[in-house]
């Protein structure tokens, strides 16, 4: 992404911005931009967020036009899905939701905005960490980081204060560079529970659709068709501004809980040249040993309420996509198969971006909730597990997710208007 800071012959100016991973060497850049760049009222300089999501989510090539057809196919799949999902799941809010077909650039630069609680909370707590280990380090050691990082002759004093400027760009960087990861994968706004605060649309990212439909060998309008139900489903689970809010409030629980353990750090990372690309290569190859230095044990009880709230949601949408899309899609077991694959096969750097938000999922968390919703349709039919959608009451506790009769008995015989008649809301 940058250029190697100690790249090119003697007369060459080191570029000290390089090794903060940032997409330009700001001493190219006319003052005034320079200026504009840098100039930062928060934990997160979210100019830089935006120019390395756009750059990562390209993957260092241009979107692809979106032809006209795509465009109105899509809208039209969207339009078609709509009444389906509606019969099935009763949250006919979905008829009155926008449908967008955007690039993976437009898609970066959307969830950086609607992510923004969530990662001005990560980014807090990230600086409140990075500054607490310099205060705690001795005068030696940071200059030893003065000299390894930047290049440049400044005491501790002057690296501590240098860091507290830069920590905004640092934490731009690693924030856009996470977003513009999940832009290359992602076929719309919902493939991971994002805990997103704008309002829902049924969005297609339509280069990635046509690349996962041609790496699948599948007719590009079954792929679009099952993407469609899908996204539509979620997206009417998320016109409930119920369960938003309780997405974004267990994220931002969770990343305020990240604490930097220095000792675990050193002991994993202490010995890497952040000025060799091989080095840091490696590293970004070991996301959870990165991940295990940061997490705290608070994070424990939190993600995995995290993961009951959200395997009820993706067990539902699994559920009502496969009875729409097996009555409109010849082959729907494959393509349903390949979808559950594109969830939870993101790789190393896939898996890291989902534990720093803490939205990961396994197959076993997809299997469970789709078995709870399907023993919840089986008993009571889909009226019955509809009821999922009256509030936060209504969410299965963890025995109920195993055992769905006693979630239907408890719904059926408590009021659920009481306080504490079911899980509490999220903190």
């Known amino acids: ?71 109105l196919e899509l809208a039209e799949l969207a339009h078609t899905a709509a009444g389906p ?69 400044l005491g501790a004093d002057g690296m501590r204060g240098l860091m507290g400027m830069l920590g905004p760009l640092l934490l ?69 501004p119920w369960v938003r809010d309780r997405l974004v409030a267990i994220a931002k629980e969770y990343v305020g809980a990240f604490e930097l353990d220095p000792r675990a750090f050193d002991a994993a990372f202490g010995d890497v040249d952040p000025t060799d690309a091989d080095a840091m290569a490696q590293l970004a190859q070991r996301p959870d040993v990165l991940l295990g230095a940061l997490r705290s044990e608070a994070q424990r009880a939190i993600l995995e309420r995290n993961q009951q709230f959200t395997m009820v949601l993706e067990g539902h ?26 969830h939870v096969e993101r790789g190393e750097a896939g898996r890291f971006v989902e534990g720093m938000l803490g ?10 909730g789709q078995a709870f919703c399907a023993g919840v349709v089986e008993r009571a039919g889909m009226a019955g597990l509809n009821r999922i959608w009256d509030g936060p009451a209504c969410l299965p506790t963890p025995n109920e997710l195993e055992a769905p009769g006693l979630w239907l008995a408890r719904i059926d015989l408590s009021d659920l208007d009481e306080p504490g008649a079911g899980p509490p809301p999220a903190s």
Do not use: C, K
């Open 1 to 71: 992404m940058a250029d190697d800071p100690q790249a090119g012959d003697d007369s060459e100016p080191i570029n000290p911005f390089g090794a903060l991973g940032l997409p330009f060497d700001l001493s190219q850049v006319d003052m005034a931009e320079a200026m504009r760049i840098l100039q930062s009222p928060g934990p997160l300089n979210w100019e830089i967020a935006r120019q390395v999501a756009e750059q990562v989510a390209l993957e260092d090539s241009a979107d692809e036009a979106i032809a006209d057809a795509t465009r």
């Open 85 to 153: 999902v509606v019969t099935e799941t009763g949250l006919d809010d979905v008829l009155i939701l926008p449908v967008e077909i955007v690039d993976r650039r437009t898609w970066a630069r959307r969830h950086l905005e609607g992510l923004r609680p969530v990662l001005e909370t990560l980014a807090v707590t990230m600086q409140d960490a990075m500054a607490a280990d310099l205060e705690d380090a001795d005068d030696t050691e940071v200059e030893a980081a003065t000299a390894g990082v930047l290049g440049l002759p």
């Open 172 to 240: 731009g960087a690693q924030t856009g560079s996470m977003i513009g990861y999940l832009a290359q994968y992602a076929l719309g706004s919902f493939d991971l529970p994002l805990p997103s605060v704008d309002s829902p649309t049924i969005t297609f990212v339509a280069p990635n659709i046509d690349r996962f439909a041609t790496e699948w060998s599948i007719e590009p309008r079954d792929v679009r068709t099952a993407v469609a139900i899908a996204e539509t489903v979620r997206a009417a689970q998320r016109s409930r």
């Open 317 to 342: 949408a699994d559920l009502v996509t496969e009875r729409i899309g097996s009555h409109l899609i010849t082959d729907y077991p494959r393509i349903h198969e390949a979808l559950r694959r594109h």
């Open 359 to 368: 939205v990961e999922l396994d197959r076993d968390h997809y299997e469970r």
